[in-house]
Nanobody, 121 residues
Framework: QVQLQESGPGLVKPSQTLSLTCTVSGGSITASYYAWSWIRQSPGQGLEWMARITYGGNTYYNPSLKSRTSISRDTSKNQFSLQLNSVTPEDTALYYC?????????????WGQGTQVTVSS
């Protein structure tokens, strides 16, 4: 059974970088043919997919966030991470990491519990 858990600071100051890490257990982030994503949810928006990284290390981004988003991984720790630069209060949301069924994305079979991130001075 795959389990994912988000970690990182719950409060980030405006203009700074939001950094989160997802720790995966019960499965390898390099296992064929899956991918691993970050999704967020804010009160006004629905679920917004942000980025994913495939088992082979290819990355894909939501065009609306691409300019300030980076997804990466540490295979030795079975972790993948999210960086969101130049944050504003509009980036306040519940952030999830999730497993994609395939490299094509759009279908998540496992989710973390989510972590609340607030952008405020």
């Amino acid at each position: 059974q795959v389990q994912l858990q988000e970690s990182g600071p719950g409060l980030v100051k405006p203009s700074q970088t939001l950094s989160l890490t997802c720790t995966v257990s019960g499965g390898s982030i390099t296992a064929s043919y899956y991918a691993w994503s970050w999704i967020r949810q804010s009160p006004g928006q629905g679920l917004e997919w942000m980025a994913r990284i495939t088992y082979g290390g290819n990355t894909y981004y939501n065009p609306s966030l691409k300019s300030r988003t980076s997804i990466s991984r540490d295979t030795s720790k079975n972790q993948f991470s999210l960086q969101l630069n130049s944050v504003t209060p509009e980036d306040t949301a519940l952030y999830y990491c999730a497993k994609d069924r395939t490299v094509f994305g759009g279908s998540f079979d496992y989710w973390g519990q989510g972590t609340q991130v607030t952008v405020s001075s």
